[in-house]
């Protein structure tokens, strides 16, 4: 699986905007960009994913760059409940057709009031 | 629409007694992963079942560990004669669907402590 670099850490103000990046500069042309988050003794939560557009959820948004080698991950207003870890995770489909998650240290959010 | 579930959340055992962790995935999901995640690391892959079928075992150790997901029932985790290095939590994750673009919904997880 093609490998991601993240930050160890951020931090941010409550209800301000935070971006998180992602480096994944030897993307495939089918890998899909996926965001997982952990929160505090909880199991992984989906967040969001793509492949070359930006998309956007209730939750987030998320910004591909035109090579596909690097992404953002953005959180338009911090809330203290958004600490967690962030997971920037690449998905390719094996020759069996299914993939699994491959997670590395991702980014420690931390917010504060 | 009830999420995934395990059980137990947390586990205590110690050194040789086996572990059976249980995980039900969401209604409608066939497909299960387990993965383990050791003291301030990440998560790591084990293993991916479909209904009486292992998919892809390759992050499994080789050894004491064993999981199933029977026809009925939860998925299975199992290890035998626990070690203290078995010591973390254990998420298993379920999706409707295998692919790239189906989530995979994550459970509580069980925390296996091996005094």
């Known amino acids: 699986d093609a490998k991601t670099t993240q930050p160890n850490s951020m931090e941010s103000n409550e209800e301000e905007p935070v971006h998180l990046p992602c480096n994944h500069s030897?993307?495939?042309?089918?890998?899909?960009i996926h965001w997982y988050r952990q929160l505090p003794s909880q199991g992984p939560e989906y967040v969001i994913h793509g492949l070359t557009s930006n998309v956007n959820n209730r939750m987030a948004s998320l910004a591909i760059a035109e090579d596909r080698k690097s992404s953002t991950l953005i959180l338009h207003r911090a809330t203290l409940r958004d600490a967690a870890v962030y997971y920037c995770i690449l998905r390719a489909v094996r020759l069996a057709g299914y993939s699994t998650l491959t997670f590395g240290k991702g980014t420690m959010l931390l917010v504060s009031p | 629409n009830a999420g995934v579930m395990q059980n137990p959340r947390h586990l205590v055992r110690r050194r040789g007694q086996e572990a059976r962790l249980r995980c039900s995935p969401m209604?409608?999901?066939?497909?299960v992963y387990w993965y383990r995640q050791l003291p301030e690391e990440g998560l790591k892959f084990m293993v991916y079942l479909q209904k009486e079928n292992i998919i892809d075992e390759s992050g499994m150790p080789k050894e004491r560990f064993s999981a199933e997901f029977p026809k009925e029932g939860p998925s299975i985790l199992r290890i035998q004669q626990v070690v203290r290095g078995d010591s973390a939590a254990y998420f298993c994750?379920?999706?409707?669907?295998?692919?790239?673009?189906?989530?995979?919904?994550f459970g509580p997880g069980t925390r296996l402590t091996v005094t």
């Open positions: 030897t993307i495939s042309g089918t890998d899909y």
């Open positions: 209604k409608g999901h066939s497909h």
């Open positions: 994750a379920s999706s409707q669907r295998q692919g790239t673009t189906y989530e995979q919904y």
